[in-house]
């Protein structure tokens, strides 16, 4: 009796410290509470710091992925200034595990291209679009030239079959590329391990990743690249350690290789080791 009340208090003991070390990790939350996150924000995003450090909070609920790299994915859209809700389609937070790593990466969405590009100043028009059968009259790929007529009978479960981006400079400058969903999915498959593996963005939402390749592919090409624009074609699907991406060591890209080399620590940082989030404060 005696031995098995000692096995007990042991494993009570051990419990309890199992349940204290759960405490006392970090949380997306207990993070942004501290000042040096908050003010960090508040510098980049003045007055709109606390709203997004909300909607930070709100999209890294029941996120497998550790926080600073949900925090850090975060800080690259907020220098961007895009929302991260991923209902609005202008910047993500994705959640990626390898090798029983979990990490978060951040990923532009169309709209935040789209959204970029304006804001040069410099274009008249910016747009992607699906495209569906019967809708593609001419196109030719050398000078970027794309006509078609749009369908009002498309059907709801209907399919694409291709994508279209397009832009035109206020200098009378026009380009456009379209690519077919055959060749979307082999971009796809070259590129991402989660297309191949039957899970990730690519497979809940396969059409906006399409809009998004093929205008930031057509961007990268043929567009104006503001120092934001390049900003996001860097940081876009990588894991950010530090938000100045261009530092070639400040993003890593897990879902274009078949493994990761991410090390984030699970305690607080002491004051003496701030995370390169911080740094200058």
């Given at each position: 009796?005696?031995?098995a009340?000692?096995g007990?208090?042991?494993?009570?003991?051990?419990?309890m410290?199992?349940?204290?070390?759960?405490?006392?990790?970090?949380?997306?939350?207990?993070?942004?509470?501290?000042?040096?996150?908050?003010?960090?924000?508040?510098?980049?995003?003045?007055?709109k710091?606390?709203?997004?450090?909300?909607?930070?909070?709100?999209?890294?609920?029941?996120?497998?992925?550790?926080?600073?790299?949900?925090?850090?994915?975060?800080?690259?859209?907020?220098?961007?200034?895009?929302?991260?809700?991923?209902?609005?389609?202008?910047?993500?937070?994705?959640?990626?595990?390898?090798?029983?790593?979990?990490?978060?990466?951040?990923?532009?969405?169309?709209?935040?291209?789209?959204?970029?590009?304006?804001?040069?100043?410099?274009?008249?028009?910016?747009?992607?679009?699906?495209?569906?059968?019967?809708?593609?009259?001419?196109?030719?790929?050398?000078?970027?030239?794309?006509?078609?007529e749009?369908?009002?009978?498309?059907?709801?479960?209907?399919?694409?079959?291709?994508?279209?981006a397009?832009?035109?400079?206020?200098?009378?400058?026009?380009?456009?590329?379209?690519?077919?969903?055959?060749?979307?999915?082999?971009?796809?498959?070259?590129?991402?391990q989660?297309?191949?593996?039957?899970?990730?963005?690519?497979?809940?939402?396969?059409?906006?990743?399409?809009?998004?390749?093929?205008?930031?592919?057509?961007?990268?090409?043929?567009?104006?690249?503001?120092?934001?624009?390049?900003?996001?074609?860097?940081?876009?699907?990588?894991?950010?350690?530090n938000?100045?991406?261009?530092?070639?060591?400040?993003?890593?890209?897990?879902?274009?290789?078949?493994?990761?080399?991410?090390?984030?620590?699970?305690?607080?940082?002491?004051?003496?080791?701030?995370?390169?989030?911080?740094?200058?404060?």
């Amino acid at each position: 009796m005696a031995l098995a009340g000692k096995g007990n208090e042991e494993l009570k003991n051990q419990l309890m410290h199992n349940q204290n070390a759960i405490q006392k990790a970090p949380t997306v939350k207990s993070l942004l509470a501290l000042p040096e996150y908050k003010n960090r924000f508040t510098d980049i995003l003045k007055d709109k710091a606390p709203q997004f450090i909300s909607s930070i909070i709100n999209v890294s609920r029941g996120m497998d992925a550790e926080p600073k790299s949900i925090i850090m994915a975060a800080a690259v859209a907020a220098t961007l200034d895009l929302p991260i809700d991923k209902n609005l389609g202008y910047a993500w937070i994705v959640p990626f595990k390898e090798k029983g790593v979990s990490v978060a990466q951040f990923q532009m969405g169309y709209k935040g291209y789209v959204q970029l590009a304006l804001r040069t100043g410099q274009y008249k028009g910016i747009g992607a679009v699906p495209v569906y059968a019967g809708e593609v009259k001419y196109y030719d790929e050398l000078l970027g030239i794309f006509e078609y007529e749009p369908r009002d009978d498309v059907k709801p479960d209907e399919k694409p079959i291709g994508y279209v981006a397009k832009f035109a400079l206020l200098n009378g400058f026009e380009k456009a590329l379209y690519w077919t969903k055959e060749r979307v999915e082999k971009h796809a498959k070259k590129y991402s391990q989660t297309y191949k593996r039957g899970y990730g963005r690519w497979v809940e939402d396969f059409d906006s990743m399409a809009l998004k390749t093929v205008i930031k592919t057509l961007l990268s090409k043929w567009g104006i690249l503001s120092v934001e624009m390049q900003k996001a074609q860097v940081a876009d699907g990588g894991v950010i350690k530090n938000e100045d991406v261009t530092n070639p060591d400040s993003v890593e890209y897990p879902d274009n290789s078949d493994a990761i080399e991410v090390e984030y620590t699970t305690e607080v940082e002491s004051s003496g080791d701030k995370p390169e989030f911080l740094q200058g404060e």
